[in-house]
């Protein structure tokens, strides 16, 4: 029998059956829609092995050539920071946010990345002391002391509380500072801003992950990355020390203004320091700011990081919508948070603009500087159902509703599949579990049925027309709980559950296994079509 169908168009649920067109069908599975032809997918054609060792999440295609894999909902940016030789990323999802690089992620053996950091760069909780000890001239005047930390990573903290207040002190007066010290203390409050460092150090330092107070001796430190150390109501995070050298700053009183800057710099294991510069002498303003200090630590359970232009990365707790100080990811200033009305759901970027999906609706949030950041709540009421459903396409972004795909482009967010599906019809394709990707002109809607059963649907915004996918022809091992897409070379890659496999769409065409035979049809009259 000979079957004539020109310029195939897909599926199209929303009508009846007697009502389709010619050229469209109520079910178009397998078919890859290219120029109105009837041809199956390629086959997938494997390109890693998955080495978690349990089920992955999610895959990052790193310097094109390493394969980054968690077992959590992990989104990755890498690093705004300009001249960066070390290729830093960024990622949050994974427990408190983290960073790494290429020489850290991928050097040993096992998943990558192999060794990371927490994002928050260690910061002094210790206000220095001062002694005066004398020996200058001049008109007195007071001083205030405060000390930062400089990681290897060139990322400078937030400074320590202020010294108390040298009264009096001449111009070239020695001012002896003491206590300028990270070291773990027994019966200390600690909040979650808070590194220590052993007493015997180990190479390692410790980031406050439960906020409480210590007891008792001290404890035994543990030295595995991202491990806990339970110390009486405080817990402690590993992470391999990156503290190079610590900077001393100065209150400097002019006749107009008051300003902190540098005096000096000493390294990372001193605590002591003798003062005795003229203010002419001193260096560059603190720019970490204080009392506040503005370059706080990103809050630790931040989620859905995503980069902008101008070097400021964004990211999301609740309501609450985060900017990092441009070119510095490890600062995350207060006075930039914006509070929304609605929770927030997942994050994307539409060219210059943050688009923000709640679980009402969306935002369109403009500025060039974290300072100018407005928020834009859009008329339409277009909860997003899946956080990973989230894709961003080439005039907007995409994200997964209850009644059907939204795009948010052009400062509408309108329904872009409300032609070709009813809501009872969009809630077969389980959109609340999509993994969204878009990828050469077409969202992938990778989605779960239940038992890890799933399929993918497939939307060609370009042509208008929509089929769905197979990922396998065997029990439980056609969903891809994990997706990826390449910019680079505009590469769909997806994890297969059963082997747990990276996979490429890229292969050779077999259309004589079951899973690449292409369904048509409509009612009672669906086709197979093999040997294409």
């Known amino acids: 029998m000979k079957i004539s169908i020109p310029l195939f168009s897909g599926l199209r649920p929303v009508r009846?059956?007697?009502?389709?067109?010619?050229?469209?069908?109520?079910?178009?599975?397998?078919?890859?829609?290219?120029?109105?032809?009837?041809?199956?997918?390629?086959?997938?054609?494997?390109?890693?092995?998955?080495?978690?060792?349990?089920?992955?999440?999610?895959?990052?295609?790193?310097?094109?050539?390493?394969?980054?894999?968690?077992?959590?909902?992990?989104?990755?940016?890498?690093?705004?920071?300009?001249?960066?030789?070390?290729?830093?990323?960024?990622?949050?999802?994974?427990?408190?946010?983290k960073k790494s690089n290429e020489a850290e992620a991928t050097t040993g053996g096992g998943a990558?990345?192999?060794?990371?950091?927490?994002?928050?760069?260690?910061?002094?909780?210790?206000?220095?002391?001062?002694?005066?000890?004398?020996?200058?001239s001049g008109d007195a005047r007071d001083l205030v002391y405060a000390w930062t930390v400089m990681t290897t990573w060139g990322e400078e903290s937030a400074p320590s509380p202020v010294s108390d207040v040298v009264v009096g002190a001449l111009p070239g007066d020695q001012i002896d500072l003491t206590n300028m010290d990270m070291t773990w203390l027994t019966g200390q409050g600690y909040d979650l801003t808070d590194f220590v460092i052993p007493s015997t150090p180990n190479g390692y330092v410790y980031?406050?992950?439960?906020?409480?107070?210590?007891?008792?001796?001290?404890?035994?430190?543990g030295t595995v990355v991202d491990g806990d150390t339970t110390d009486n109501t405080v817990i402690w995070r590993a992470y391999e020390n990156t503290i190079l050298s610590k900077f001393i700053y100065r209150l400097n009183q002019g006749e107009t203004a008051a300003q902190y800057q540098y005096v000096d710099q000493i390294t990372a294991t001193a605590t002591v320091y003798s003062d005795s510069k003229e203010d002419t002498e001193l260096g560059e303003v603190l720019q970490t700011g204080l009392s506040p200090p503005r370059w706080l630590p990103p809050p630790d359970n931040l989620l859905g990081i995503v980069a902008l232009p101008g070097g400021i990365l964004a990211g999301f707790v609740g309501k609450d919508l985060y900017f990092s100080e441009p070119f510095q990811p490890h600062a995350w200033p207060e006075e930039y948070v914006l509070t929304l009305e609605f929770s927030i759901v997942s994050l994307g970027v539409m060219e210059n603009n943050l688009v923000v999906a709640t679980d009402q609706n969306p935002y369109i949030v403009t500025g060039t500087t974290p300072y100018s950041m407005t928020p834009n709540k859009m008329p339409e009421s277009q909860p997003c159902i899946s956080k990973r459903s989230l894709a961003e396409y080439k005039f907007g972004v995409l994200y997964a509703t209850s009644d059907g795909l939204v795009l948010v482009s052009g400062g509408r967010a309108v329904n872009a599949t409300e032609g070709f599906f009813t809501k009872n019809e969009w809630e077969d394709y389980e959109p609340d579990t999509f993994i969204g990707a878009y990828q050469n002109g077409r969202y992938y809607g990778f989605y779960d049925q239940g038992d890890f059963e799933g399929r993918v649907l497939v939307i060609d915004f370009d042509q208008k027309k929509i089929t769905t996918l197979l990922l396998g022809a065997e029990p439980n091992t056609n969903y891809a709980p994990a997706v990826h897409v390449d910019p680079r070379t505009d590469t769909l890659y997806f994890v297969k559950q059963t082997a747990e496999v990276l996979l490429q769409m890229g292969g050779t065409s077999y259309p004589n296994r079951a899973d690449q035979i292409v369904q048509i049809g409509s009612g009672d009259n669906i086709f197979l079509i093999a040997d294409l």
Not at 36 to 61: F, M, Q, S
Not at 207 to 213: D, I, L, N, P, Y
Not at 214 to 220: K, L
């Open 16 to 97: 009846a059956r007697q009502l389709l067109e010619a050229n469209e069908a109520q079910v178009a599975s397998n078919v890859k829609l290219v120029s109105g032809e009837i041809r199956p997918w390629d086959n997938e054609l494997k390109d890693a092995d998955a080495k978690l060792g349990v089920l992955v999440r999610t895959i990052y295609l790193y310097r094109s050539q390493f394969w980054l894999e968690w077992s959590a909902d992990v989104d990755v940016v890498l690093g705004p920071v300009s001249g960066d030789t070390d290729f830093k990323f960024y990622y949050t999802g994974d427990g408190i946010p």
């Open 112 to 136: 990558l990345p192999i060794n990371f950091y927490s994002m928050a760069s260690p910061q002094p909780w210790i206000k220095p002391t001062t002694n005066n000890v004398g020996g200058g």
């Open 207 to 221: 980031k406050c992950v439960q906020a409480g107070t210590t007891g008792g001796p001290e404890p035994a430190w």
